[in-house]
């Protein structure tokens, strides 16, 4: 396995890959994330962040069936490895650290 150290955008999609369960796929990552972050996501830039964290041990894929919705294609669906959920759960943990050490200056939860 490549390095595990996520940037900000490889741990959005991380996190929409674990959220969407059996139907993490690219485009429904796209629009997931769309609807999450309120900005633009190009589906080239996901497949982009997917193979990386493929290529990192992060997530693994393999090919639904073929339909006929999508002319015989296969859509390639992600799943999040273990060594995936590690990660997020250290990002997590670092973050929740950092946040803890902020004094209290009006944050009120939203």
């Known amino acids: 396995m490549k390095g595990s150290n996520l940037g900000e955008f490889e741990e959005l999609v991380l ?3 674990a959220a969407l369960v059996n139907d993490a796929y690219s485009v429904g990552i796209c629009d997931e994330l769309t609807k999450y ?3 633009e996501v190009k589906l080239g830039v996901v497949h982009a962040v997917l193979n990386r964290l493929e290529d990192k041990g992060l997530v693994k894929s393999s090919l639904g069936e073929a339909t006929n ?3 015989g ?3 390639r669906y992600y799943t999040v490895t273990n060594a995936g ?3 997020l759960l250290k990002a997590k943990e670092v973050r929740d650290q950092l946040w803890s050490l902020i004094p209290d200056f009006g944050f009120k939860a939203i």
């Open 85 to 87: 959920k590690a990660s």
């Open 15 to 17: 996190l929409t890959v």
């Open 73 to 75: 294609k296969r859509k």
């Open 37 to 39: 972050t309120g900005r």
């Open 69 to 71: 919705v999508r002319g």
